[in-house]
């Protein structure tokens, strides 16, 4: 018997969704008959996505939407949710959107504190503020924001990053306290290592590149050590496929998730070892 998620028909919008765990959100999303909202800052890559999701769409006879947007700024946000207000009410608001690499700390100036704090942080208080509101007035909706691991273990090659990773968790218990009393749910997602079609040309693979080198290793030796060496406390010892990831979001924004607010919810693989 297949369970009933009671998402057919919401509509859900994913921003940062035409690759990576994204694009696997907004493909569990549709499996489940809801319809999506592809999102990216590229017009063709975003259309491009949406029309290649439609396959998986019409097995639930759900509807895929595109639209391109720069979340990273307060004018894309605003663009972006004019155009989002054309197709309809937003049921569930998934703030995937996010940007990584890895980077000696005393090498990150400013101006790239400011893109990822922009990035990372700004465009889900962006899009919530502009979702929220309505969920609250309709007594029903969901948040979800993709944070990670490195939001209570940050990483000495990746400050900045994990630095807005703890970021958003203080946002989504904010958020998660303006629903008190209500139907509306706000949670947080922490992945861990996800090896995805975006981090094979940006972030970990240049890094892992640089290892195999210094190592004398192949890419692939360097890739099967990296979980292991790096996150010894890991305990499934692999890296996340994508779809791992796509599916607590999907449960979390369902009914069958009902009594979950304002929590923090890993896929981390037991890298974590405190409650």
């Known amino acids: 018997m297949s369970l009933d998620f009671g998402l057919q028909g919401k509509l859900v919008f994913i921003s940062g969704s035409t690759e990576g765990i994204g694009q696997a959100i907004a493909s569990r999303f549709l499996e489940v008959g809801a319809n999506v909202i592809i999102n990216g800052r590229n017009p063709e890559k975003t259309l491009r996505v949406a029309v290649e999701l439609e396959i998986v769409a019409a097995k639930t006879k759900a509807r895929v939407h595109a639209v391109a947007g720069d979340v990273g700024s307060t004018e894309g946000v605003q663009q972006l949710v004019k155009q989002v207000e054309k197709i309809g009410h937003v049921d569930v608001l998934v703030n995937n959107a996010g940007i990584f690499a890895v980077k000696d700390f005393f090498e990150v100036d400013d101006d790239e504190w400011d893109r990822y704090w922009n990035v990372n942080v700004m465009s889900g208080v962006r899009l919530s503020r502009a979702f929220l509101k309505g969920m609250l007035e309709r007594n029903s909706g969901s948040i979800i924001?993709?944070?990670?691991?490195?939001?209570?273990?940050?990483?000495?090659?990746?400050?900045?990053?994990?630095?807005?990773?703890?970021?958003?968790?203080?946002?989504?218990?904010?958020?998660?306290?303006?629903?008190?009393?209500?139907a509306v749910r706000v949670n947080t997602v922490l992945p861990g290592p996800t090896f995805t079609e975006v981090s094979r040309h940006k972030g970990i693979v240049p890094y892992l590149e640089g290892i195999a080198q210094h190592q004398g290793k192949s890419y692939e030796e360097a890739k099967a050590e990296y979980v292991p060496k790096t996150e010894p406390t890991s305990l499934i010892q692999r890296w996340i496929e994508p779809v791992e990831v796509?599916?607590?979001?999907?449960?979390?924004?369902?009914?069958?998730s009902g009594a979950t607010n304002g929590s923090s919810y890993r896929a981390e693989g037991g890298i974590l070892r405190y409650l």
């Open 145 to 182: 924001n993709i944070s990670s691991e490195a939001a209570f273990a940050n990483k000495a090659f990746m400050i900045h990053y994990g630095t807005t990773k703890s970021a958003q968790l203080g946002l989504s218990r904010g958020l998660a306290e303006l629903t008190k009393g209500t």
């Open 246 to 256: 796509a599916n607590i979001v999907v449960f979390l924004a369902s009914d069958l």
